[in-house]
T-cell receptor, first 115, second 113 residues
């Protein structure tokens, strides 16, 4: 299993600013994923972050808006840049060990409100 | 990733069994069937997964149709704590996929005391 800690758990930010969300895992993992969950909606995958390589972004998400770092096998950050009220969402970090069929683990999420 | 179809919502009475259906008619041979649930104000949590055979664990059972085009998550005795959104997800490692989970809208389960 894996325990994931996300920081901050919530924040209220001014439009035009940036927020960096941290994801810390208690064990080494191959793949980390970042999701966004807009109010009342399901989860949408933003990007996949593997250690030692550039993050892979899903359609509709770009690196300039959501830069990701993955400096080691237990840590990753997601930055939400130049925020607007439309970025108000819950952002979640997820990990799995990459084995076929392996279960994924999720952090509790970061609830972001942009005013 | 192949898509899944689930009812938007279901209701159950406490301590009764619940059968949550999922259709995945375009499932491929390498797709695993995963179920996750999301309790209010929490991140999703793993429930169960399977490939071809029925599976049981401490949380639930997963019944997979012989042709694998549908599956059913079974909660044997629903409790109030089981009220959540349940997601049925196909997870594939073929074609360069990294096994990321693609969430649909899920089924919102309500449990009445």
């Amino acid at each position: 299993s894996a325990v994931i800690s996300q920081k901050p758990s919530r924040d209220i930010c001014q439009r035009g600013t940036s927020l960096t969300i941290q994801c810390q895992v208690d064990s080494q993992v191959t793949m980390m994923f970042w999701y966004r969950q807009q109010p009342g909606q399901s989860l949408t995958l933003i990007a996949t972050a593997n250690q030692g390589s550039e993050a892979t972004y899903e359609s509709g998400f770009v690196i300039d808006k959501f830069p990701i770092s993955r400096p080691n096998l237990t840590f990753s950050t997601l930055t939400v840049s130049n925020m607007s009220p439309e970025d108000s969402s819950i952002y979640l970090c997820s990990v799995n060990q990459g084995a076929r069929g392996a279960e994924a683990f999720f952090g509790q999420g970061t609830r972001l409100t942009v005013v | 990733d192949a898509k899944t179809t689930q009812p938007n919502s279901m209701e159950s009475n406490e301590e009764e069994p619940v059968h949550l259906p999922c259709n995945h008619s375009t499932i491929s041979g390498t797709d695993y069937i995963h179920w996750y649930r999301q309790l209010p104000s929490q991140g999703p949590e793993y429930v169960i997964h399977g490939l071809t055979s029925n599976v049981n664990n401490r949380m639930a059972s997963l019944a997979i149709a012989e042709d694998r085009k549908s599956s059913t998550l079974i909660l044997h005795r629903a409790t109030l704590r089981d009220a959540a959104v349940y997601y049925c997800i196909l997870r594939d490692y073929g074609g360069g996929s990294q096994g990321n989970l693609i969430f649909g809208k899920g089924t919102k389960l309500s449990v009445k005391p």
